[in-house]
């Protein structure tokens, strides 16, 4: 059964960077489609980006486009987040999720079945 872990979280000043890792156990990422959210006590989780399976098409929400960059590293099983820029409104906790394998990625929650546990990241001076 595949299983996320996400890491690479902390705490990093307004406009600093952070790379976030969601890596997978128990199955492969090759063959499904990544999402990554976030989410804020007391609000609804937000998409932010996602990648598809069997293409390079990516998708993120406008909130983070320009800043955010989702890639795959299929040596490591693994799919990142490269997050610059950073601003207080970023303060959530980030999950990644897996989806099945499509041509496209959808930021829909429904789209996705596998979840991981969240890493923290707070921006903050």
């Known amino acids: 059964q595949l299983q996320l872990v996400e890491s690479g979280g902390g705490l990093v000043q307004p406009g600093g960077t952070l790379r976030l890792s969601c890596t997978a156990s128990?199955?492969?990422?090759?063959?499904?489609?990544i999402g990554w959210f976030r989410q804020v006590p007391g609000k609804e989780r937000e998409g932010i980006s996602c990648?598809?399976?069997?293409?390079?098409?990516?998708a993120y929400a406008d909130s983070v486009k320009g800043r955010f960059t989702i890639s795959r590293d299929y040596a490591k099983n693994t799919v990142y987040l490269q997050m610059i820029n950073l601003n207080a409104e970023d303060t959530a906790i980030y999950y990644c999720?897996?989806?099945?394998?499509?041509?496209?990625?959808?930021?829909?929650?429904?789209?996705?079945?596998?979840w991981g546990q969240g890493t923290q990241v707070t921006v903050s001076s």
């Open positions: 999720a897996a989806g099945s394998p499509t041509n496209y990625c959808p930021i829909v929650e429904t789209s996705y079945s596998d």
């Open positions: 990648i598809a399976t069997f293409s390079t098409n990516t």
């Open positions: 128990g199955d492969t990422l090759t063959t499904r489609t």
